[in-house]
């Protein structure tokens, strides 16, 4: 029997996405390039030129010293540039076998860092070490320096976490890595877009930073799977070089061989109708609704956690977090059981007055 034609989900109760709607220029181009492979630039021209574009807007975004002649490629998301950030940094330390003089190659992250380390960890044979954070959910330098040594290939900083939006010290945790040698990678996925409009240290002009993932396909209004990965210098990519003898492109420093057009053109349509002044906008509305929602949870006795990106976690109870999700509310929690709400583009003041309606039903 026929089924209905499915529909994708509406975004009007999801507060818990670090994705949004894509821009409708985006959405357009995705579209024209769905049957292009950035995987093989030699056969696909077009599609080439725009991921050169993609990756000058996002070095253009987080300050490259050189934006027109950056290092990256636009990945499948935050996790594939992640591990690739990983493996760089470990085949640059000493070779590609995960050793370093006899010993295990290691990465020292904060324990605020995204799960795709620990992905990469156990794929590329390196020691994560995970380290606490301090009183503000950020990494703790001086724990950060009690962990590192001659084998770290990597120390990670956060810039925008994913539980509580908050940016670690990057140019003290740059220093930590320089003093042993080590390079230092920042995850920007999620706040890469929304940080050029802050006065927070994070980029490639504000500290020695190597490597850096920033996402189009978050707040950057992109098609999902856009994801970016970007260097200091060639050598980062370099180190991930392969050989593809069948292809007319001879060499590959992509993880996954081929990839989407759409992503790729998508990106660079969202990065054209919105840098910069879309994005500020957009950044200065969504802190504004994290900032009223903050407030108000606050207001009504709820333990909340400040927000320094727009996101906002507050202890609520297990079973009025239950309540809201039976009310159709795609919420979260952080690690530690808060609810965890993201001020994305598509979440409107409207929708946060609704949810706290809800919130006032079911805590009755």
């Known amino acids: 029997m026929q089924q209905p034609e499915p529909e994708p989900q509406s975004f ?13 220029a985006a959405r357009a181009a995705a579209e024209r390039f769905l049957a292009t492979n950035p995987g093989d630039p030699a056969t696909y021209e077009a599609v080439a030129d725009l991921e050169r574009r993609a990756v000058e807007g996002l070095a253009t975004l987080s300050a490259h010293p050189t934006p027109g002649d950056a290092a990256g490629y636009v990945t499948s998301g935050g996790t594939e540039a992640n591990v690739q950030a990983v493996r760089s940094a470990r085949n640059r330390h000493d070779g590609s076998d995960g ?34 954070l301090d009183d503000d959910y950020r990494a703790d330098p001086d724990a950060v320096a009690a962990a590192v040594d001659d084998d770290t290939a990597l120390v990670v900083a956060v810039a925008g976490s994913t539980e509580y939006g908050r940016v670690d010290p990057i140019p003290e945790l740059a ?4 003093e042993v040698g080590a ?26 930073v190597d490597t850096l993932t920033i996402d189009p396909h978050k707040y950057g209004q992109a ?3 856009a994801g970016g990965l970007l260097a200091r210098e060639d050598a980062a990519l370099d180190a991930l070089a392969v050989d593809t003898p069948y292809l007319e492109t001879r060499s590959q420093a992509t993880l996954t ?18 840098w910069p002044d879309g994005y500020r ?17 606050a207001a009504r006795g709820y333990d909340v956690v400040e927000p320094e990106l727009p996101l906002v976690a507050a202890a609520v109870p297990e079973s009025t977090f239950a309540a809201l999700r039976d009310a159709g509310w795609k919420v979260s929690r952080t690690g530690t059981g808060e609810l965890r ?13 609704a949810f706290l309606d809800d919130l006032d039903r079911v805590r009755r």
């Open 12 to 24: 009007d109760r999801v507060l818990s996405s670090m994705c949004t709607e894509p821009h409708p």
């Open 99 to 132: 050793r370093h003089g006899g010993k295990a190659v290691n990465v020292v992250a904060p324990t605020s860092a995204h799960f795709s380390f620990t992905k990469a960890a156990e794929v590329l044979g390196v020691e994560l070490r995970t380290v606490p």
């Open 175 to 178: 220093a930590v890595a320089g």
């Open 183 to 208: 390079r230092l990678h920042v995850d920007a996925a999620w706040g890469g877009f929304v940080l050029p409009f802050t006065d927070h240290a994070w980029s490639f002009a504000d500290a020695a």
């Open 223 to 225: 098609p999902v799977p």
């Open 257 to 274: 061989g081929t990839r989407s057009g759409a992503g790729v053109a998508g990106a660079v349509a969202a990065m054209d109708a919105l």
């Open 281 to 297: 906008e957009a950044a200065e509305r969504a802190a504004d609704n994290a900032d009223w929602l903050a407030g108000e949870l």
């Open 341 to 353: 709400v993201v001020c994305m583009p598509h979440v409107t003041r409207s929708a946060l007055r």
